[in-house]
């Protein structure tokens, strides 16, 4: 048997059909930019996520310089990041003429603590911070941060391209968020077929201000009143998204079981599997587990002979890139990023994994010596 790492192609039927019938339509409508399906999924993907407003835009990067820029990140302002992530956290911060601070992530959960914001805080005094949700939960300190944030008056940005669908004590982590975004590359949990993103808020005046920046700062048709961008989400992949979240529950709950099997059956003291704080409800996005960095080449050789693919989100930190240097404001780092980078190792995990897959896998690795 091989299995793959990920498998974005396993649609329901159903969904297929009707993504089909209304692209059809689509092409016979003409509006491709803007119309209403734009209307439909922005108050669909408010509905799910329960937040107060909810946009469409062209990606995951653009939602979060946007974002930045509509909470009220200016030009040189200093921008707390951490040194886990996507390298497209450093460079919205980049993009949008800000600076970007790293500070390092816990060896225990991978995320930001509380703790090392408030040092970071204090040591660097930003205008702005982004804590991102990896792996599918919420940064088991969120509510901590989020409050420390409010008291020092730094404002918090909250990078959800793996979150959609968690939840914090049974709630959306989106309906406390200030302000957040989120990527639906086709591989994220709410997938387009091509790129789209999307941001969230609970403030009127973030979401006016971002409604124009996402499309050549508009304030009426022909007069601008910000600079912007062209990042409006297209009707195409606003058909296919709508269609998609109508599934999204279905796809999470084969996803979550996916990652409950691993963390159950895999019994291999090579691996340390990671998981969401006791109050989060995870979304499935990946399955996570922790090696020595000396035990891990071995392992993955012994997936590829067994051909199972696997990932390690992500492979290096932050600060360490080649395209940091030069940006960079300052970091604090107790080499954690860099370890959990060299540690890391994701089994295979997508929604309508057969029970075969999974079982394969569970044995295989259990196999492992
Ligand atoms: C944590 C994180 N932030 C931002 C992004 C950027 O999203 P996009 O690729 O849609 O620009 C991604 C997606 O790859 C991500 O995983």
């Given at each position: 048997?091989?299995?793959?790492f990920i498998?974005?192609?396993?649609?329901?039927?159903?969904?297929?059909?009707?993504?089909?019938?209304?692209?059809?339509?689509?092409?016979?409508?003409?509006?491709?930019?803007?119309?209403?399906?734009?209307?439909?999924?922005?108050?669909?993907?408010?509905?799910?996520?329960?937040?107060?407003?909810?946009?469409?835009?062209?990606?995951?990067?653009?939602?979060?310089?946007?974002?930045?820029?509509?909470?009220?990140?200016?030009?040189?302002?200093?921008?707390?990041?951490p040194d886990m992530t996507f390298w497209a956290t450093?460079?919205?911060?980049?993009?949008?003429?800000?600076?970007?601070?790293?500070?390092?992530v816990?060896?225990?959960?991978l995320h930001?603590?509380?703790?090392?914001?408030?040092?970071?805080?204090?040591?660097?005094?930003?205008?702005?911070?982004?804590?991102v949700h990896l792996y599918g939960w919420?940064?088991?300190?969120?509510?901590?941060?989020?409050?420390?944030?409010?008291?020092?008056?730094?404002?918090?940005?909250?990078d959800?391209a793996q979150a959609?669908?968690?939840?914090?004590?049974?709630?959306?982590?989106?309906?406390?968020?200030?302000?957040?975004?989120?990527s639906?590359y086709?591989a994220k949990v709410?997938?387009?077929?091509?790129?789209?993103?999307?941001?969230?808020?609970?403030?009127?005046?973030?979401?006016?201000?971002?409604?124009?920046?996402?499309?050549?700062?508009?304030?009426?048709?022909?007069?601008?009143?910000?600079?912007?961008?062209?990042?409006?989400?297209?009707?195409?992949?606003?058909?296919?998204?709508?269609?998609?979240?109508?599934?999204?529950?279905?796809?999470?709950?084969?996803r979550?079981?996916?990652c409950?099997?691993?963390?159950?059956?895999?019994?291999?003291?090579?691996?340390?599997f990671i998981?969401?704080?006791?109050?989060?409800?995870e979304n499935g996005y990946l399955s996570v587990a922790l090696m020595?960095?000396?035990?891990r080449?071995?392992?993955i050789?012994?997936?590829?002979?067994?051909?199972?693919g696997y990932g390690t989100v992500y492979p290096g930190a932050m600060?360490?890139?080649?395209?940091?240097?030069?940006?960079?404001?300052?970091?604090?780092?107790?080499?954690?990023a860099?370890?959990i980078a060299k540690s890391v190792i994701n089994l295979p995990c997508f929604?309508?994994?057969?029970?075969?897959?999974?079982?394969?896998?569970?044995?295989?690795?259990?196999?492992?010596?």
């Amino acid at each position: 048997m091989k299995v793959p790492f990920i498998d974005i192609l396993r649609y329901e039927k159903n969904f297929l059909e009707t993504v089909t019938e209304r692209t059809a339509a689509l092409l016979k409508n003409g509006h491709f930019v803007g119309g209403p399906v734009i209307a439909e999924f922005e108050t669909s993907l408010k509905n799910y996520t329960k937040t107060e407003f909810a946009l469409g835009c062209a990606n995951g990067t653009d939602a979060i310089q946007v974002a930045l820029r509509a909470a009220g990140v200016e030009k040189n302002d200093r921008v707390l990041i951490p040194d886990m992530t996507f390298w497209a956290t450093f460079e919205a911060v980049v993009n949008v003429g800000a600076v970007p601070y790293t500070v390092d992530v816990s060896k225990e959960h991978l995320h930001l603590t509380a703790a090392a914001m408030k040092e970071a805080i204090e040591k660097f005094n930003p205008k702005a911070a982004i804590i991102v949700h990896l792996y599918g939960w919420a940064a088991p300190e969120t509510l901590e941060i989020r409050k420390l944030c409010q008291e020092k008056g730094v404002i918090l940005i909250e990078d959800c391209a793996q979150a959609i669908g968690v939840k914090i004590n049974d709630q959306s982590l989106l309906t406390g968020a200030f302000v957040a975004t989120t990527s639906f590359y086709p591989a994220k949990v709410l997938g387009a077929s091509g790129d789209a993103g999307g941001i969230f808020t609970t403030s009127s005046q973030v979401s006016q201000v971002a409604n124009k920046l996402l499309n050549h700062g508009r304030t009426s048709h022909y007069e601008h009143g910000f600079i912007g961008w062209n990042s409006r989400l297209g009707a195409y992949e606003a058909t296919f998204l709508v269609e998609s979240l109508k599934h999204l529950e279905a796809r999470l709950d084969s996803r979550r079981e996916v990652c409950a099997q691993y963390r159950m059956h895999i019994k291999n003291s090579a691996l340390k599997f990671i998981g969401p704080s006791a109050n989060v409800t995870e979304n499935g996005y990946l399955s996570v587990a922790l090696m020595t960095p000396e035990s891990r080449p071995a392992f993955i050789e012994y997936l590829k002979k067994h051909d199972i693919g696997y990932g390690t989100v992500y492979p290096g930190a932050m600060s360490e890139q080649p395209g940091a240097a030069g940006h960079i404001g300052g970091k604090i780092s107790h080499g954690n990023a860099d370890w959990i980078a060299k540690s890391v190792i994701n089994l295979p995990c997508f929604a309508y994994m057969t029970k075969a897959e999974v079982d394969f896998v569970i044995e295989t690795v259990n196999q492992y010596k």
